[in-house]
């Protein structure tokens, strides 16, 4: 068999798998292709942003470094924090509308009492609010990263009843080691895997977590 057809039918297997385990878990995703992205990260597995999510993107990385059943309980973790991901962001639809008129609100009030009975300039009073506002939006980002995070981890708990706790450990060992093994990132790779940690638990943390689970 040459390395092309190989190449192939390792691709056919895991879409295979995918297919199985979304079946299994009920998943809307319907994974149809394969596509290996440089630039996608090692330890997550993701879904194409079309509304039917028909390609699995896995990192170029992976290729070649484990067998397709290897790939099961990580594939697994990621299509159960899809779905629970899905949650966080209807969550955060609410919480932008419950959240944002009412500090618009509180912003022109806080505008007009400031002007009125302390006759602050409109500069200073403009600049005040903005820092208000984007105190408060920061504040209300971060706890929206932390239910993303939370998801990321419940996905890693759930997948570990299905498929084994020691087997999705050791594929998440198996990438940490790949991951120091790998060159370096740099520019602006680097740049977006350290925004990306912002909402997104480390490798490490997964492992510490999952670790601790009984």
């Not at 995918?18 to 292709?33: F, H, M, V, W, Y």
């Not at 159960?80 to 419950?98: C, F, M, N, P």
């Not at 060992?173 to 990132?185: C, G, N, R």
């Not at 997104?200 to 601790?212: A, K, V």
């Amino acid at each position: 068999m040459s390395v092309a057809a190989k190449d192939k039918d390792v691709e056919q297997k895991i879409i295979e798998i995918t297919a199985e385990i979304c079946g299994q878990l009920n998943s809307r995703l319907k994974p149809r292709d394969l596509l290996w992205d440089s630039k996608a990260p090692i330890d997550e597995p993701f879904f194409s942003r079309d509304r039917r999510r028909n390609t699995l993107i896995l990192s170029q990385r992976l290729k070649g470094s484990l067998e397709p059943e290897e790939l099961r309980p990580l594939i697994t973790a990621s299509v159960i924090s899809w779905s629970l991901e899905r949650g966080a962001d209807k969550l955060k639809l609410r919480l932008a509308r419950l959240a944002g008129l009412p500090l618009i609100l509180i912003s022109a009030f806080m505008g007009l009492f400031l002007s009125t009975y302390y006759g602050l300039n409109h500069l200073f009073v403009g600049g005040f609010l903005s820092i208000y506002f984007f105190a408060a939006l920061f504040s209300l980002f971060q706890f929206i990263f932390k239910e993303v995070k939370n998801a990321k981890f419940a996905g890693d708990r759930e997948a570990s009843k299905i498929v084994g706790q020691q087997d999705l450990l050791r594929v998440l060992q198996t990438i940490q080691k790949l991951k120091t093994d790998y060159p370096k990132e740099k520019g602006l790779r680097k740049t977006w895997e350290w925004l990306r940690l912002i909402y997104t638990p480390r490798l490490e943390e997964r492992i510490i977590q999952l670790e601790s689970t009984k």
